[in-house]
C-alpha cells in the first residue's frame, strides 16, 4: 500500500490534470482531505505531508480529533449532517462548515458563533438532483435562503455545496455539476452575493468532472486514505 505522500501526489496530478484540461489555475482548488473515521495517525501523515484542510462527518469524533491533534494551522470543516442540538459545538470548533441546509440552522450557527472569533465560513448544501433522502435546498429556494444567510452577522456565506446523487455514467455527474455552476453563477450576479467564491463539489470517483464545472474545492476522502473504518 502507497503511503499518504504519495497518494496525495496522485489526487494532486488528477487535480493538475482536469485542471489543466478546463483552462483552469489549480491554485483556485483547494484539495479537502475528508478524514471521517480515519486515525490519528493518518491524519498527522497527511499533515506532515502538507495537507491543511481536513473534513469531518461526525461531530463528537471530529471535535475529539481537533482538542487532541491540535494542528497548527490546520483549517477544519464540517460536512456532514447537522442536528440543531450539535450547532453549538459546531460553531465553537470548526473554520467551515458546507452542509447548511435551511435557515434554522444558519441562524443557531450564527447565534452561537463567537462574535470574537472570524465570521464561520458557510456553504449552502442545496440538493441538486432533487432527492428526497437528501438533505439541501431546491435550486428554487437557494436564491432566498442565501440572501437570509448572507445577512447574518456572524456568517461569511462562501458558496455553495453539492453531493449528487451516485451516476451510472460520468456525464450523470457532470449534468448535475453542470446545473451547479449555472446556479452558483446566478446567484453571483445578485449584488448581496456577489463576494461568493466557492463551489464545493467532487469527491474520489467524479473531481475530474467537478473540477471541469468550476468545482473549487473538491472534497477526497478513499482516494487519499484508503476505505473508511466502521
Avoid at 491533534?69 to 473554520?95: C, E, M, Y
Avoid at 451516476?167 to 452558483?184: E, G, I, K, N, V
Amino acid at each position: 500500500m502507497h503511503n499518504i505522500s504519495d497518494k496525495i501526489t496522485e489526487v494532486n496530478t488528477r487535480i493538475e490534470k482536469a485542471a489543466s484540461a478546463a483552462n483552469r489555475n489549480t491554485q483556485e482548488i483547494t484539495l479537502l482531505a475528508v478524514s471521517k473515521r480515519q486515525p490519528d495517525d493518518l491524519l498527522l501523515e497527511a499533515y506532515r505531508a502538507g495537507l491543511r484542510h481536513f473534513g469531518e462527518n461526525y461531530v463528537q469524533e471530529a471535535v475529539a480529533k481537533i482538542e487532541r491533534l491540535r494542528l497548527p494551522n490546520a483549517v477544519w470543516h464540517f460536512i456532514g449532517p447537522i442536528q440543531s442540538n450539535k450547532t453549538k459545538v459546531i460553531a465553537d470548533h470548526f473554520h467551515w462548515v458546507h452542509s447548511v441546509d435551511r435557515i434554522k440552522i444558519a441562524q443557531r450557527l450564527s447565534d452561537q458563533r463567537n462574535p470574537i472569533s472570524a465570521p464561520l465560513n458557510i456553504c449552502l448544501q442545496i440538493n441538486i438532483d432533487n432527492e428526497p433522502s437528501k438533505s439541501g435546498s431546491s435550486a428554487e429556494q437557494a436564491e432566498e435562503t442565501a440572501l437570509q444567510i448572507a445577512s447574518m452577522p456572524n456568517l461569511q456565506l462562501r458558496g455553495l455545496m453539492a453531493i449528487p446523487q451516485i451516476a451510472s455514467h460520468p456525464q450523470q455527474s457532470a449534468d448535475a455539476f453542470q446545473r451547479m455552476r449555472s446556479l452558483y453563477q446566478t446567484l453571483k450576479k445578485h449584488s448581496t452575493l456577489s463576494t461568493m467564491d466557492t463551489l464545493s463539489m467532487g469527491m474520489s470517483t467524479d473531481m475530474e468532472a467537478a473540477i471541469g464545472e468550476g468545482a473549487t474545492v473538491v472534497r477526497v476522502g478513499t482516494a487519499l486514505f484508503g476505505p473508511r473504518n466502521s
